[in-house]
């Protein structure tokens, strides 16, 4: 699997920036948003182990 780089905070606010000129409520950097939020509402179950998935990942390289 390819690892992703981290996005730099520039990025980061330019996302964030456009969200809120957009009165977005929620602003959601990650790739693939759009169709994680499709996943999850026809499958919320999946998405929630998805998620757990990611959490632990997450903990592990936090750890290393």
Do not use: E, W, Y
């Not at 606010?13 to 456009?18: E, G, P, Q």
């Not at 009165?23 to 757990?52: E, G, Q, W, Y």
């Amino acid at each position: 699997m390819k690892k992703q780089k981290m996005m730099s905070p520039q990025q980061l606010a330019k996302i964030t920036i456009a969200g809120v000129h957009k009165n977005k409520p929620i602003i959601c950097p990650m790739p693939m948003h759009k169709t994680m939020d499709a996943v999850f509402t026809i499958f919320p179950s999946l998405h929630r182990a998805l998620m757990r998935i990611v959490c632990k990942v997450g903990r592990k390289a936090r750890l290393t």
